[in-house]
């Protein structure tokens, strides 16, 4: 089962582009990359998911590199209601969350 | 309804009660999932269902914990003999599939906050 690492927590500022890079140096080759947003007392909400090179939604863009042992999750433009946890997962059907990243939304 | 129901939203239970939590997926949505989270920390798998059958529960802590989904819907999560550490927050997730290599999404409620006093 692919370990996950992020950081635990990170600082921006409104309307700066975020990054949140996700370390699973031994993700398996059937295994997707996806990535959720959680809210307190909310449960988890799916931002978005991935296999290899970029993809895009309206919400957020996720980096793959070739040897996909990283990924990176990019917000455009954050706003105060980015202000959240996002959890990093690799796996197939049995989905583990990691400690996440506490992102802080500064004005 | 349009998204996962969990009922009830809070319990509040005596240390050593039983105690019932349900959920109620998405129309349709054939793998169902539970976890806990505590204050601070991640969800934490318990089990995954596909259908009716549990087809991974090595998240369940011990023996007090069950769950069932007998016509592969609604699922019970049960709770026997209940500890002061079994307060958390219990959250559960659909998905349209759940099967290997693209997870799909998954859906979570809002969850049921659990206190065992």
């Known amino acids: 089962l692919a370990k996950t690492t992020q950081p635990i927590s990170m600082d921006s500022y409104e309307g700066q582009e975020v990054n949140i890079t996700c370390s699973h140096n031994?993700?398996?080759?059937?295994?997707?990359i996806t990535w959720y947003q959680q809210f307190p007392s909310q449960g988890p909400r799916f931002i978005i998911q991935?296999?290899?090179t970029k993809v895009t939604n309206e919400v957020a863009s996720l980096f793959i590199p070739a040897d996909r042992k990283s990924s990176t999750l990019s917000l455009p433009r954050v706003s105060l209601s980015d202000t959240a946890v996002y959890y990093c997962l690799v796996g197939d059907t049995q989905i583990i969350f990691g400690k996440g990243t506490r992102l802080h939304i500064l004005p | 309804g349009a998204g996962v129901s969990q009922t009830p939203s809070n319990k509040v239970t005596e240390k050593g009660k039983y105690v019932e939590l349900r959920c109620d997926p998405i129309s349709g949505h054939t793998a169902l999932y539970w976890y806990r989270q505590s204050l601070g920390q991640g969800p934490e798998f318990l089990i995954y269902f596909q259908g009716t059958g549990a087809a991974d529960d090595s998240g369940l802590p011990n023996d007090r914990f069950f769950a069932v989904r007998p016509e592969g819907s609604v699922s019970t999560l049960k709770i026997q003999r209940t500890e002061r550490g079994d307060s958390a927050v219990y959250l559960c997730?659909?998905?349209?599939?759940?099967?290997?290599?693209?997870?799909?999404?998954?859906?979570f409620g809002e969850g049921s906050r659990l206190t065992v006093l």
């Open positions: 031994n993700i398996a080759t059937n295994d997707y």
């Open positions: 991935g296999y290899k």
């Open positions: 997730a659909s998905s349209l599939t759940g099967g290997r290599g693209n997870t799909g999404e998954l859906f």
